[in-house]
């Protein structure tokens, strides 16, 4: 399935579940060519994207293996597409894309791009297309990494497109680091199956909240808590999904309760920059969703705290030194699973694990 064999109109329309085929690359090998959403992601794709991010993270230590990694896409180009703020996406996605030798271009503020004299999205990305091999992109907007890689595919440049955060929707990407450093932190200690992950903060605007909560669903038997006050409680779409894979879940607002028997703690920023009215998040409690010592002191020996960051105060910097706080590595983590996601949608995924080093 192609995304040149379908008409937009039919394509917005599906599940993403059904999106899914037209996304692949074309050789039969299952890895993604657009990466657009999480539902792109099944079980066996995310161990072989970990083992793949395993291995470029191995092969990078020595000279001679940075010198090959550096050479595997030296011949080609990405375009680093950044409308909205961000320091670890973007630079993480440079970084990876400097491991695999792919030169780079970027438009970090839409004001800096021809975009600000009226052009569309689409004569942008046509643009980007014509120089690059690749888009990376984050954009406010729900949805457009989608309709821009329907547009490629049909143009006469088709170049893949990865979604690098859409609006309050979706963050494939982070999701990814988040479950390969889920992965790495239970590896020793009998593996993720079984887990109890909780979400806690701005579960209602939070895009890396719906995407891992999706991913998380691979797995078996892992129960998600969601505490949130009420006004920022995980949407709807997201516990349909939960209770259409028989997925068992809990919604609260006690984290303390939930400390004591999580594995995972995966706390967010408070996403008041999508607030209706200024200062609408201000009047809200969020004083019980927060991480400090009282609740460091109630987490499982074996346990890891998480934050896709930045961070305001959620989480205190008490816990900043503890061998539980997992968000440090868990950012690092981005650029190894970023790079190994490139190299697949390129196709190298064979020859980086093959190689001698
Ligand atoms: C997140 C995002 O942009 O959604 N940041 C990130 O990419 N690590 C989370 C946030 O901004 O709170």
């Known amino acids: 399935m192609k995304l040149t064999d379908i008409s937009w109109e039919a394509f917005s329309s599906l599940a993403l579940e059904q999106k899914k085929p037209y996304l692949e690359r074309q050789d039969g090998n299952q890895m993604p060519y657009h990466t657009l959403f999480a539902q792109q992601f099944d079980r066996p794709i995310l161990e072989r994207l970990c083992a793949l991010a395993n291995r470029i993270r191995f092969i990078n230590k020595s000279k001679e293996g940075a010198l090959y990694l550096k050479n595997v896409l030296a011949h080609k180009r ?13 630079l993480s996605h440079l970084a990876a894309c400097q491991l695999l030798g792919i030169t780079t271009g970027s438009v970090r503020d839409a004001a800096t791009s021809s975009e600000f004299k009226g052009e569309s999205h689409e004569d942008s990305i046509r643009t980007f297309s014509s120089y690059f091999d690749m888009i990376i992109m984050r954009s406010p907007e729900r949805g457009l990494a989608e309709k821009m890689a329907w547009e490629l595919s049909n143009s006469e440049r088709p170049i893949p497109i990865l979604n690098a955060g859409s609006g309050k929707d979706q963050h494939p990407t982070q999701a990814l680091l988040d479950i390969y450093t889920l992965i790495r932190s239970f590896e020793t200690k ?6 109890t992950v909780t979400f806690c903060g701005d579960l209602l605007r939070g895009r890396t909240v719906r995407s891992l909560s999706y991913l998380l669903t691979d797995f078996d038997d892992i129960k998600q808590i969601f505490i949130a006050p009420k006004e920022l409680q ?17 919604i609260s607002d006690d984290l303390r309760a939930a400390t004591k028997i999580s594995d995972a703690i995966y706390m967010t920023r408070i996403q008041d920059e999508w607030d ?3 200062g609408e998040s201000a009047k809200i409690d969020t004083s019980r969703f927060k991480f400090r010592a009282e609740e460091l002191a109630l987490l499982g020996p074996d346990a890891i705290i998480m934050h896709p960051l930045p961070r305001r105060d959620e989480i205190d910097t008490c816990c900043d030194h503890d061998p539980r706080a997992m968000y440090w590595r868990q950012m690092r983590n981005g650029m190894w699973i970023r790079a190994a996601l490139i190299a697949a949608t390129f196709g190298f995924e064979k020859s980086i694990m093959d190689c001698g080093y």
């Open 276 to 278: 209706n009215a200024k």
């Open 234 to 250: 995980v949407p709807d779409d997201v516990i349909d999904i939960l209770k259409a894979k028989g997925v068992k879940y809990e």
């Open 78 to 90: 990405a375009m680093l597409y950044f409308s909205q703020p961000s320091s670890r996406t973007f």
């Open 190 to 195: 009998g593996g993720l199956d079984g887990r």
